[in-house]
């Protein structure tokens, strides 16, 4: 029988991947000069931040402040920190750099580590918890955190943190708007893992590529710790770059690569002469954080020859559907890991199949979800049983298919409308590589239709032309009333659709 998914579970995970084969890569860095480390090497190093830990007084639910970008010494702060049983805390700096001090009130970590050249001086002056630099794993560097890593002797030294303990503190991007902070025990985070790995069907022998920011969970989850668990290889970059995309994939024979519909968007407008056929490792790309048209999806597979399976997941619960490549069906996100018990619901109770309603989960009994308030406590949102904010439905073969966010339904006239929908059916349109629909005020219908379209460069804009596709092509309550076409769409930090945004456009122009 497995253990219980406490700090011994991931020390497990890495010591069964190092027993089997401690020369193999673990993780390598792809704009670092392709350092590498291996599984002998992580093993190590975690157990000596196990001991440095240890003795710096560190137990469970002690919170290690993590400010760093996409670096092998951040994945080793990361797996030490929860190996050895305390809190680990990582925060997207760039993303959240106006909200330091709030967070850090609010977290009151025990140890904030941090890399150089954030331009963090004024901001950890003002911390009194220890600080201390990374520095480098390599190269230790006197009076930094990976100098007294080396010093300290491996050790096997944990809390006695369990399941229901603090495994990982994470925060959503946030620019006027307080960061919310996502509160995960061990049990919901490491619980997660083995599931995704089967819904994505990886394999000891995937090397698995990834650019997105590791303060993430989805890259912590399927980037770090899927590897981990199967024993493969994580290729690392710092960012994405179209450029080197194709590049990386080829040098480091990658056979799974993480994306999401903005990267994949900026690979089809790009001048990448790429072919599955030059890249004979590859499996399949995956997206997620938002919904990938069909369109784009179909024109990305036909362009490149590459498979793509989206996935589905929040930082709450983690992965909830995946499907590997091979097996992908276009507009979905594959199948619902089972331990989740996905359910559609309405009001009334669950819907059958092939009915349209909100997405909940609720895979573990009187389950909390939980978040750390403005004033540092952690609250519970809710218990149980979760409305995700997704409106979907699942088919007869058990696929899940999303239509939308629930608060981005339009509703004229008491109707419901999905404006991904009529996104899609915009997409078709051969000179659009964006399309965006929004509800706006109506004084008869309550809202309407408007859809925003960034044209193809060099392609030329009929407005009337458009329109009268949607009035041919769609039923006449969801097609558009205005097209309004403009150089880009605005995005949230992340790189999602910020409807909103451009809801507020509307009103400021209208």
């Known amino acids: 029988m497995p253990p219980e998914p406490g700090p011994n579970l991931l020390r497990d995970w ?13 993780i390598v860095s792809a704009d670092d ?8 090497q992580v093993r190590d190093v975690t157990d000596r931040i196990a001991a440095l830990l240890r003795a710096r007084g560190l137990g469970r639910n002690d919170r290690v402040a993590l400010l760093a970008n996409n670096c092998i010494e951040h994945l080793f702060v990361y797996f030490g920190v929860m190996g050895y049983g305390a809190t680990i805390c990582t925060v997207h700096v760039e993303m959240n750099r106006n909200q330091l001090d709030n967070i850090f009130e609010r977290l009151a970590p025990k140890l904030v580590l941090y890399q150089d050249g954030l331009g963090l001086d004024d901001l950890l002056a003002t911390v009194s918890a220890p600080k201390l630099r990374l520095g480098r794993h390599d190269a230790p560097e006197a009076d930094t955190f990976f100098a007294e890593v080396a010093r300290a002797a491996p050790s096997d030294a944990t809390t006695d943190a369990g399941p229901d303990d603090d495994a990982v503190i994470l925060f959503t991007s946030g620019t006027s708007a307080r960061p919310k902070g996502v509160v995960l025990d061990y049990r919901e985070h490491l619980s997660n893992i083995d599931p995704a790995a089967d819904g994505f069907g990886i394999t000891t022998d995937d090397r698995l590529y ?15 710790l899927v590897p981990i668990n199967r024993g493969g290889t994580l290729v690392m970059a710092k960012r994405f770059s179209a450029s080197r995309f194709f590049a990386h994939l080829r040098e480091h024979r990658v056979t799974v690569a993480a994306g999401n519909p903005t990267t994949i968007n900026f690979l089809l407008n790009s001048e990448q002469s790429a072919h599955r056929d030059t890249l004979p490792a590859l499996r399949f790309l995956t997206s997620s954080s938002a919904p990938l048209t069909v369109e784009e999806w179909q024109r990305f597979e036909t362009r490149y020859g590459i498979p793509i399976a989206q996935g589905y997941g929040q930082s709450e619960a983690g992965w909830i559907a995946a499907i590997p490549g091979e097996l992908r069906r276009h ?33 573990f ?15 519970v949102s809710c218990r149980g049983r979760m409305l995700t904010g997704d409106l979907g439905l699942i088919d007869q073969d058990g696929f899940l298919r999303l239509t939308g966010r629930a608060k981005d339904l339009i509703i004229r006239g008491g109707v419901n409308i999905s404006p991904t929908e009529i996104d899609s059916f915009l997409m078709r349109r051969p ?13 008869v219908y309550g809202e309407e239709v408007v859809s925003y379209v960034v044209a193809r460069p060099g392609a030329s804009i009929d407005e009337a032309a458009l329109l009268r596709y949607c009035g041919d092509g769609l039923p006449a309550f969801k097609a558009p009333k205005r097209i309004v076409l403009c150089a880009s769409l ?14 507020e456009r509307w009103a400021r122009q209208a």
């Open 33 to 40: 000069g392709g350092r590498t480390v291996t599984y002998g």
């Open 365 to 379: 009994p009187d389950h909390a979800y939980r978040y750390l308030a403005e004033d540092g406590r952690v609250t």
């Open 331 to 363: 507009g979905t996100v594959g199948r619902p890991l089972a331990y989740h018990d996905v359910a559609i619901v309405s009001d009334e109770g669950r819907l059958p199949a092939g009915e349209i309603g909100q997405v909940e989960i609720g895979g």
């Open 210 to 224: 990834d650019f997105r920011s590791f303060n993430w969970a989805s890259a912590q989850l399927l980037g770090a």
């Open 431 to 443: 000179e659009l590589i964006e399309a965006a629909t929004v509800g706006v005020p109506d004084a």
């Open 490 to 503: 605005p995005k949230t930090e992340r790189g999602k659709l910020d409807r909103r945004a451009l809801a």
């Open 14 to 26: 890495i010591a069964r991947a190092a027993a089997r084969d401690p020369g193999k890569q673990c």
